[in-house]
């Protein structure tokens, strides 16, 4: 059988379930995960009786950023092919954001590189007191120009300039300083402090929410051309395929501190 990477359900009121699937890497993702989730969002978004989209992770991690032995077999392939998924990578990221419905992440444990993007591209995000974060790509040689702009629109360029260069892990205490995420709660009450909020996006009607999100987005500039996501894009993937992805990739896979890191 397939393996569901992401799966989706819809209840009675219209609020959606979307859940990143794959728990035994700790949801990291890989291109079917990439597909899926472009996949359900397009239902989602086609779905008028969808009312609410809440996004979360099986397991024990809401999300760990790459799969990284996927993305080294991903750097064998040639520049086509690594510059589709990189395409992919930016699409899923945009259509998170601009879909035109609420959406809501509950993060809990990990929430890592992309994971960030995943969570920074929802309208509202919630954390669990033991979630714990980190912008890692560049640790690994890699840059993470597609969730740039969302992460921008929450952190700020001055917050986000210094967590995406030193990559240092924060808590979720941290993270509602300076703006990653909206509340923080106990990791068994993630569901009991979505539900109001839920409830409140209920109460308004869906043309409203939509054009109000629309309006938002718009002064915040984070609807992108095609030509502006291939920016994106193009980047992303030409790093991948560098000699400090290399060495990245490879000190990560071989549990190895790596060449750039001084001695002594």
């Known amino acids: 059988m397939t393996e569901q990477t992401v799966l989706l359900d819809i209840d009675e009121r219209g609020v959606a379930r979307v859940r990143l699937n ?4 700790n949801n990291a993702y890989n291109g079917k ?13 086609e779905d008028e009786s969808v009312r ?12 760990a950023g790459a799969d990284l032995k996927w993305l080294n077999e991903v ?29 809501i992440a509950l993060v809990h444990g990990g929430c890592f590189g992309g994971g960030t993007g995943i969570a920074a591209a929802c309208d509202i995000v919630l954390a669990a007191d033991n979630a714990v974060f980190a912008i890692s790509e560049a640790r690994w040689g890699l840059i ?16 986000l ?11 979720a205490t941290r993270a509602y300083e300076i703006g990653l995420v909206d509340e923080v709660c106990a990791v068994d009450q993630l569901e009991a402090t979505a539900a109001p909020i839920i409830d409140a996006l209920l109460h308004s009607p869906p043309e409203a929410l939509a054009e109000s999100k629309a309006a938002v987005l718009k002064c915040a500039r984070l609807y992108f ?12 993937a030409a790093k991948r395929l ?17 060449s750039w890191y001084p001695e002594g």
């Open 33 to 45: 995960m990439i597909e899926a989730l472009i996949d359900g969002l397009d239902v989602l978004a």
């Open 161 to 171: 300039r210094r967590y995406s260069l030193t990559c240092e892990r924060f808590d």
């Open 144 to 159: 993470a120009s597609p969730i740039v702009p969302q992460l921008i629109s929450r952190l700020g360029p001055g917050r």
């Open 22 to 25: 794959r728990p035994d890497v």
């Open 75 to 103: 750097r064998e392939r040639n520049w086509s092919e690594n510059l589709a998924v990189s395409r992919n990578t930016t699409r899923a990221v945009q259509a998170l954001t601009t879909l035109a419905k609420p959406t």
């Open 225 to 236: 051309s095609v030509l502006e996501m291939e920016e994106m894009a193009r980047p992303h």
């Open 52 to 63: 609410v989209v809440v996004l979360s992770g099986n397991g024990r991690h809401f999300q």
């Open 242 to 258: 560098s000699e400090e992805a290399d060495e990245g990739l490879s000190s990560f896979l071989e549990k190895r501190k790596p």
